[in-house]
């Protein structure tokens, strides 16, 4: 896909000369590790691109002195920042990679069926996307039919360039270029579980994206399991022109009483969230700490939110269904 740089991102790339890339391999077939998880250990991190490199350097992260990477497959490596090297090879785990949810399509006659979503066009009841949260969705299978998924519809919020120009209908919008990820994750007893597929599988968000994105997924086939699943989306950074995932620097250092304390960057587009959903159905992880647990978007779990305050506790995400007769 073709996307528009913008001159406002090039304020966020790396130009510094201490600029340091390593390679991430398979050990085995010698191929990039696509969009592995680069933990910093204190909360924070980045991610690979789609070749299996990232940028680190001790002018951006001076305080770092230990990475933690791991990938979907992959054995976890950590080493010390002094012994980063241009290129570091991941071992597989080849027992892990059976692909659970890919399955032979079914023949026969079909019905499509769509699970409608919910959007918005209100500012003040989004969330705002950070390079180290994930959102999953929960999508029970209310019969035995086989069914399989053709698109994830996604509410979207694009921004007015002007903010006082918000509200006129041909306002300018906000420039940007955002890779996310999306991910299916097993019912385990009502939270996300293992992942369902280790296909790398993404796309790109653009001011131009419709307020419903209509990502299609049909070329994976993939099938609903018998207890449902989740899906879930997260942000991989900014991308160039050609979609490439640029090396932005992900947080930024605000000073405090107590010192300097890191903040992570908001990327566009904002994700709506709705209260017009009776059950809660949606979880958020912080992918760089607490080892990437799981908990349900909740006040119970989650202090001093916006958006659960306002009682706006799900994502209002879609699917449509290719539901099949049975066989």
Known sequence: MIVKQFAYLLTFVITTTSFSQTTLLD?????????????????????????????????????????????????????????????????????????????????????????????????????????????????????????????????????????????????????????????????????????????KIVFIATEDTKSIFEFDVSGFDIFVPKNGFFVSIQVLGFTDKNGKLLPNKKYQEVKTRRGIVKVSTTFRPLLPFTDEISEKKTFVKRIFLNGGQWVLFDKQNIKNSNLLNAGLNNYGMGLKMEVYKNQ
């Open 27 to 199: 050990s085995i077939s010698k191929k990039g590790v696509s969009f592995a998880t680069i933990s910093f250990g204190n909360g924070n991190g980045v991610f690979a691109d789609d070749e299996g490199q990232f940028v680190f350097t001790k002018k951006l992260y001076s305080d770092i002195d230990s990475l933690f990477i791991s990938a979907l497959g992959y054995k976890d490596l950590k080493l010390a920042t002094s012994t980063l090297k241009d290129t570091l090879f991941l071992a597989p785990q080849p027992d892990l990679l059976d692909e659970v949810i890919v399955t032979a399509k079914p023949t026969g006659k079909f019905k499509e069926v769509t699970i409608k979503p919910v959007g918005h066009d209100d500012y003040y009841k989004c969330w705002l996307p950070t390079i180290e949260s994930e959102i999953a969705v929960f999508f029970p299978n209310t019969d035995t039919k086989p069914k399989r998924l053709t698109k994830i519809l996604l509410p979207i919020k694009t921004e007015a360039k002007t903010w006082r120009k918000r509200n006129r209908d041909n306002h300018q919008k906000r420039p940007f270029s955002t890779l996310f990820r999306v991910q299916f994750y097993q019912n385990n007893n009502g939270s996300p579980g293992e992942v369902l597929t280790y296909e």
